[in-house]
């Protein structure tokens, strides 16, 4: 199947900093998402970006699907940004493999 | 975006016991659902596929007969923990989408299971 990485895996920020977090995969894909994980388990939709560049207020992701890989950043950092930052792939059949995870701690 | 939910939050079981936990889309509705597993401090792991009126698609690894899924309708998936040991203790996620959008995929809030 196809192979997720993310890089990297912890991360720990000052609030009001900024920050990129990496997810690269190993085939074509027809669905990237980026997911982040709340601290009772919850996964908030960020991004749905198979390709191409969103922006959704601090945060923003690129996807490069040429070259396998996408970007989530993370702008002015907030403690409220702090969890597990997960990518997900599908390459044809719906079925999301997911990455290790980033786990971002934003200190105050 | 689409919503999904899950019942219960959380569950806490003995031993030998089974466990039924309920996925359902509730302003769309969807021919397919997923099943996932998050062990603590793990990523999430598909275990199934749950499709409506058919069977239901394993992943390699999982036992069909110890996680039973039934999808009866188009809003509604559950999932049987049957016989449920201290090692089925985990957090299981469902999924899905609205087949009238994107292929973007939407999660229920999860199911903390316990088994004592």
């Known amino acids: 199947g196809i192979q997720v990485e993310q890089s990297p895996p912890d991360l720990i920020l000052q609030e009001g900093a900024n920050s990129t977090l990496r997810c690269n995969f190993s085939?074509?894909?027809?669905?990237l998402q980026w997911f982040h994980q709340n601290p009772w388990g919850q996964l908030i939709n960020l991004f749905y970006i198979p390709s191409g560049t969103k922006q959704n207020g601090r945060l923003s992701a690129t996807t490069v699907a040429t070259e396998r890989y996408s970007l989530l950043y993370i702008s002015s950092s907030q403690t409220t940004d702090s969890g597990v930052y997960f990518c997900a792939v599908d390459s044809n059949d719906y079925k999301l493999s997911f990455g290790a995870g980033t786990t971002v701690t934003v200190r105050a | 975006g689409a919503v999904v939910s899950q019942h219960p939050s959380w569950v806490i079981c003995k031993s030998g016991t089974s466990v039924k936990i309920e996925c359902r889309s509730l302003?769309?509705?969807?021919?397919?659902m997923f099943w996932y597993r998050q062990f603590p401090k793990q990523s999430l792991m598909l275990m199934a596929t749950s499709n409506e009126g058919s069977k239901a698609t394993y992943e390699q690894g999982v036992e069909k007969d110890k996680f039973l899924i039934n999808h009866a309708s188009l809003t509604l998936s559950t999932l049987t923990v049957t016989s449920a040991h201290p090692e089925d203790s985990s957090f299981y996620i469902c999924?899905?989408?609205?087949?009238?959008?994107?292929?973007?995929?939407?999660f229920g809030p999860g199911t903390r299971l316990t088994v004592t």
């Open positions: 302003d769309f509705q969807a021919t397919t």
């Open positions: 085939d074509s894909v027809n669905n």
């Open positions: 999924s899905a989408r609205d087949p009238s959008g994107t292929i973007e995929q939407y």
